[in-house]
């Protein structure tokens, strides 16, 4: 057994591997989901599946940096997103085809694809020419997604990108993170307010904005992949369709 996976098994801080990551943003994910769907009065499901994004957002820049092949990584994740459009658009709209709104995984991959742009660009090691792409990119992808109707819409792609611009475990990268979080959220997405008494003062909670707490499980993360096979990365992407397919199906037997 080599120190490396010695190391994996026994990590000398609690942390949170890669594998842990996926489960949990995939059960605040159903939550969600399951709050649009069977249990719309439960508003405290669709609170904590405000922290489901952010966190698929950040594994998705982690996949990046650490798949073997950008080509194949990005070819499964559109095959997915084609997968999943269906379930998605019966989920959303009650419809087989719902063009007015695309499932999260068109989101991620408009990102990825800007990263894999600047990346490219950062590489020539020309600063002048990664800065101009750099806003070009960050601009156009803010565009596509607002135009393309992807799920969070530009406000999603730029959530990957805030992803990738303050990755690392410096502290300017965390408090880079909080403050484009919550510019994003709270400033840009906004949405409902809940009203809070505090030290006798009323103030009102922005509920979107609970997906700031998604940067506590994903500070947790020091690079531990986990458990890891071929299945559980398949299944990691099947339940994004299976589930969203099922729930349309209970809800449409619940409507009958």
Request: proline share 4%.
């Given at each position: 057994?080599?120190?490396?996976?010695?190391?994996?098994?026994?990590?000398?801080?609690?942390?949170?591997?890669?594998?842990?990551?996926?489960?949990?943003?995939?059960?605040?994910?159903?939550?969600?989901?399951?709050?649009?769907?069977?249990?719309?009065?439960?508003?405290?499901?669709?609170?904590?599946?405000?922290?489901?994004?952010?966190?698929?957002?950040?594994?998705?820049?982690?996949?990046?940096?650490?798949?073997?092949?950008?080509?194949?990584?990005?070819?499964?994740?559109?095959?997915?997103?084609?997968?999943?459009?269906?379930?998605?658009?019966?989920?959303?709209?009650?419809?087989?085809?719902?063009?007015?709104?695309?499932?999260?995984?068109?989101?991620?991959?408009?990102?990825?694809?800007?990263?894999?742009?600047?990346?490219?660009?950062?590489?020539?090691?020309?600063?002048?020419?990664?800065?101009?792409?750099?806003?070009?990119?960050?601009?156009?992808?803010?565009?596509?997604?607002?135009?393309?109707?992807?799920?969070?819409?530009?406000?999603?792609?730029?959530?990957?990108?805030?992803?990738?611009?303050?990755?690392?475990?410096?502290?300017?990268?965390?408090?880079?993170?909080?403050?484009?979080?919550?510019?994003?959220?709270?400033?840009?997405?906004?949405?409902?307010?809940?009203?809070v008494q505090l030290f006798g003062r009323e103030f009102?909670?922005?509920?979107?904005?609970?997906?700031?707490?998604?940067?506590?499980?994903?500070?947790?993360?020091?690079?531990?992949?986990?458990?890891?096979?071929?299945?559980?990365?398949?299944?990691?992407?099947a339940f994004y369709p299976v589930h969203m397919l099922?729930?349309?199906?209970?809800?449409?037997?619940?409507?009958?």
């Amino acid at each position: 057994m080599t120190n490396r996976t010695t190391n994996e098994l026994t990590p000398k801080h609690f942390d949170l591997s890669a594998a842990a990551l996926h489960i949990l943003a995939m059960v605040f994910m159903l939550m969600d989901h399951m709050w649009a769907t069977v249990f719309p009065a439960q508003d405290w499901l669709t609170c904590v599946g405000r922290v489901a994004f952010p966190i698929f957002a950040f594994m998705a820049v982690e996949g990046y940096f650490h798949s073997r092949s950008f080509k194949k990584y990005a070819l499964r994740m559109l095959l997915f997103a084609v997968l999943s459009e269906i379930p998605f658009d019966l989920m959303y709209g009650g419809t087989w085809f719902y063009p007015v709104h695309q499932n999260v995984i068109w989101t991620l991959l408009t990102g990825l694809m800007g990263i894999r742009l600047m990346e490219a660009v950062r590489q020539k090691q020309k600063p002048w020419l990664f800065a101009v792409t750099t806003v070009l990119v960050v601009l156009l992808g803010g565009v596509l997604g607002t135009l393309g109707m992807v799920d969070y819409y530009g406000v999603g792609v730029l959530t990957v990108f805030v992803f990738y611009f303050f990755r690392g475990r410096q502290w300017w990268c965390l408090l880079g993170q909080i403050a484009a979080l919550y510019w994003l959220n709270v400033e840009l997405l906004g949405g409902l307010m809940y009203p809070v008494q505090l030290f006798g003062r009323e103030f009102e909670f922005c509920q979107q904005g609970l997906a700031l707490l998604a940067l506590i499980p994903i500070w947790l993360y020091r690079g531990r992949q986990g458990y890891h096979s071929k299945p559980f990365q398949y299944l990691c992407y099947a339940f994004y369709p299976v589930h969203m397919l099922i729930l349309a199906l209970t809800l449409n037997f619940i409507n009958r």
